[in-house]
C-alpha cells in the first residue's frame, strides 16, 4: 500500500479495544488478506488490534497468511495491556504467517502493548520488520503478566520455525521490563533478533515489582522443546546494558541455545545495580550453551558479566575483540564455566584478542576471568594483549591455601577479593586447564636506573668571583637538571627536566673532520692579585699603590667599597682606583 508524498496524511487512532482482524479468511486457494494502514501519526489504546494470519483449522502447506503493514510519517504510539499488532498461525492450521511491518519517524510501545508473530501450528511463523528513526519499548502491564516488546514464538505443539524480529533504527531504547523475545518450545527452531542501530543501543533497568530486567532473549525454555535457539545480533556504535538488564540465549531443552554477536563501533557497556547486567549464553540441560562474540574497541564490565555457561555439558565459548581497552571492576566476570555437584561438562574457552589494548581490574574488587568445570576438564583462556594490569593467573594450588579448603565445592575464586583468571577443575586436579597469557609489549619500568636529584655540585662550576682577562668576552655556563627561571625576579623551579639524546643524520656530519687533532691549550700563571693598602709618589709625581701603608695606617677608610666594574689594567698589572 503507497500513497504519493503530495497527499497530505491525517492522524489515525484506534482505541476501546478496536480490532481488525483477517486471520478468519480462508487461504486453502490463496493468500490471506492484508492489513495495512497510513497516516501522519498512528495510535492504537486500550486493547485495539491489527491481527492477520492463518486461524484454526484453515490452510494447507502452500498457504500463507496475509501481512500487516503500518506506515506513518511521524510516530506509531502503542499503549496498554492486550494493544497488539500480532501475526499467527493458529492451533491446527497450516501454512506459514504473515509479516508484520512497520515503517515510521518514531515508535513507542508502553505498558505492555506488543508487536508478535507466533506459530501454533504446523508452519513457519511471520517476521517483524522494523523501520523508524528512534524505536522505544518501556514497561510492563499493571499486573506485570506481560511486557512491551516484539515476540517471535514456536508454541508447544508447533511444528514450524520462528520468524525473525529485524529492527532498524538510529536508536533503540528497551527499558523497566521491556524486552525482544525469541522462543521455540516445540519442534522447531526459534527466530533470530537482529538490531541494526547506527547509533546506540540501549538496555536498561528492571520493572517496578517483580523486578523483571529489560532483555533481549532467545530462548528454549521447555525441557521437551527439541529446537534450536535463534541467535542474537546487535550492529551498532554504542551498546549499553545497564541497571541490571540483560541479553541472553538459553536452552533448557534438548535444543542447543544460540550464538550472541555484538558488533560496537565505539564502546559496550555492561553495568549492574541490586544485581547483575550482562550478556549470557547457557545450557541447563543436555542441550549445549552458545558461543559469545564481542567486536568492539572498549569493553566497560562494572558489576556486569559475559558468561557463556553449562550445567551438564560444555561450556560455551566467549570471544573478545579488542582495540582499546578491556575495564573490570565490582565483581565483574567473564566466564566459561561448566557443570555443577550433579552433572560433569568441561569448561568452554575464552579467547581476548587485544594486541593493541590493555586489559585493567581494578584492584581488590573480586573480578575474574574463569573457564572452570566441576568434574570434567577446566577450559582453555587465551589472552593477546599490549598489557594487562590488576589481574593475574591463579592455579587450583594457590586458590587451596588461600582458602584453606580442599573441598571441591568451595573452590571458588569468587570467595576472593582478588582478580583471578582460572581454568581447572574442581573436583580432578589432573584435568585443569589452560591459561595463556601474551604480552607484545615491554614493561615501561624496565631497565630504568635512579638518577640523583643533583648531578653536579653548582658551587664548583661557577666561580664566586670575577677573573679579568683581556680581550675575553664574559660568560655563563650552567650545567646539570633543570633550567633557569625565564627573568631574574622568578624563583627557581624545583621540577626538573629531562631532555633525551639525539643523535645527528649522517648529511650532518659530511663537512666535519672526524679526525682533526685536538688543540692544546696552556694556561700561563699569573701573580696574584693583592688588594692596595696605601700609595706612594714617586720623584716624578706618579701615584704606586703598594700593599702595606707606608705609614702602617689603612687606607680603606679613605675609600668607597669597588666591585669588579672598577678594576683596570695597567701593564698587565692590577690597581685599584679610589672614588672621589
Known amino acids: 500500500m503507497s500513497f504519493p508524498d503530495t ?8 482505541t476501546n479495544k478496536a480490532p481488525a482482524n483477517r486471520s478468519g479468511i480462508d487461504v486453502r486457494f490463496g493468500n490471506g488478506g492484508d492489513i495495512g494502514v497510513t497516516g501522519r501519526n498512528i495510535s492504537l489504546f486500550s486493547g485495539s488490534q491489527l491481527r492477520a494470519g492463518i486461524a484454526s483449522g484453515l490452510g494447507t502447506s502452500a498457504s500463507r497468511g496475509g501481512d500487516v503493514v503500518v506506515n506513518a510519517t511521524g510516530e506509531i504510539r502503542m ?5 497488539r499488532m500480532a501475526n499467527d498461525l493458529r492451533e491446527n492450521a497450516i501454512g506459514k504467517a504473515g509479516d508484520i511491518a512497520v515503517t515510521a519517524n518514531s515508535l513507542v510501545l ?13 508452519g513457519d511463523g511471520g517476521n517483524v520488520v522494523i523501520a523508524a528513526d528512534r524505536v522505544s519499548f518501556d514497561g510492563v502491564r499493571a499486573d506485570e503478566q506481560g511486557v512491551s516488546g516484539a515476540f517471535s514464538r514456536v508454541e508447544s505443539r508447533a511444528r514450524g520455525n ?6 532498524f533504527t538510529q536508536v533503540l531504547e528497551v527499558t523497566n521490563g521491556a524486552g525482544l523475545f525469541s522462543a521455540t518450545l516445540g519442534f522447531g527452531d526459534g527466530g533470530n533478533i537482529i538490531i541494526k542501530a547506527s547509533d546506540r543501543v540501549s538496555f536498561n533497568g528492571v520493572s517496578p515489582v517483580r523486578k523483571i530486567p529489560s532483555r533481549a532473549v532467545s530462548d528454549v525454555p521447555l525441557r521437551r522443546a527439541q529446537g534450536k535457539g535463534g541467535n542474537l545480533e546487535i550492529f551498532t556504535k554504542t551498546l549499553e546494558v545497564t ?11 534438548i535444543g542447543n541455545a544460540g550464538n550472541i554477536l555484538i558488533d560496537a563501533t565505539s564502546n559496550v557497556k555492561i553495568a549492574g545495580d541490586f544485581r547483575f547486567a550482562g550478556v549470557f549464553v547457557a545450557s541447563f540441560t543436555s542441550g549445549n550453551a552458545g558461543d559469545i562474540t564481542i567486536n568492539t574497541p572498549k569493553i566497560s564490565l562494572d558489576q556486569g558479566v559475559v558468561s557463556a555457561e553449562s550445567a551438564s555439558v560444555n561450556g560455551g565459548n566467549v570471544t573478545l575483540n579488542i582495540r582499546d581497552i578491556l575495564e573490570l571492576k565490582n565483581t565483574s566476570s567473564i566466564s566459561a564455566t561448566a557443570g555443577d555437584s550433579q552433572f560433569g561438562g568441561n569448561g568452554g574457552n575464552i579467547v581476548i584478542h587485544a594486541p593493541d589494548a590493555f586489559i585493567a581490574a581494578f584492584p581488590n574488587e573480586n573480578s575474574d576471568i574463569t573457564a572452570n568445570a566441576f568434574s570434567g576438564s577446566g577450559g582453555k583462556i587465551t589472552i593477546n594483549t599490549k ?61 630504568l636506573i635512579q638518577l640523583p636529584s643533583n648531578l653536579v655540585d653548582s658551587s664548583q662550576q661557577i666561580a664566586p668571583g670575577c677573573t679579568p682577562r683581556p680581550g675575553s668576552a664574559s660568560r655563563f655556563i650552567s650545567t646539570g637538571r633543570g633550567g633557569l627561571p625565564l627573568s631574574p625576579e622568578q624563583p627557581l623551579r624545583g621540577r626538573a627536566v629531562i631532555t633525551n639524546w639525539v643523535a645527528l643524520p649522517e ?6 673532520e672526524i679526525n682533526q687533532p685536538l688543540a692544546t691549550s696552556t694556561t700561563k700563571s699569573t701573580e696574584q692579585i693583592i688588594e692596595a693598602q696605601g700609595w706612594i709618589v714617586d720623584a716624578k709625581g706618579n701615584v704606586i699603590f703598594v700593599a702595606q701603608s707606608p705609614l702602617g695606617i689603612s687606607s680603606k677608610t679613605n675609600y668607597n667599597l669597588l666591585d669588579c666594574a672598577h678594576l683596570l689594567l695597567s701593564n698587565n698589572k692590577t690597581v685599584m682606583v679610589p672614588i672621589a
Open 507 to 512: 648529511e650532518k656530519l659530511t663537512n666535519r
Open 79 to 83: 499503549t496498554g495491556e492486550d494493544t
Open 387 to 447: 598489557g594487562i594490569f590488576g589481574i593475574a593467573p591463579l592455579t587450583r594450588d594457590e586458590l587451596v591455601n588461600l582458602l584453606g579448603t580442599s573441598n571441591s565445592e568451595e573452590l571458588d575464586p569468587a570467595k576472593l577479593r582478588t582478580n583471578d583468571i582460572v581454568a581447572f577443575s574442581q573436583q580432578k586436579p589432573d584435568l585443569s586447564g589452560e591459561v595463556i597469557i601474551n604480552t607484545n609489549d615491554a614493561d615501561p619500568s624496565r631497565g
Open 7 to 14: 497527499i497530505q496524511r491525517g492522524d489515525v487512532v484506534f
Open 162 to 167: 520462528g520468524g525473525t524480529v529485524q529492527i
Open 243 to 253: 541497571n541490571d538488564a540483560q541479553l541472553s540465549a538459553s536452552t533448557f531443552g
Open 110 to 122: 508502553t505498558d505492555g502493548a506488543q508487536l508478535s508473530s507466533s506459530t501454533f501450528g504446523t
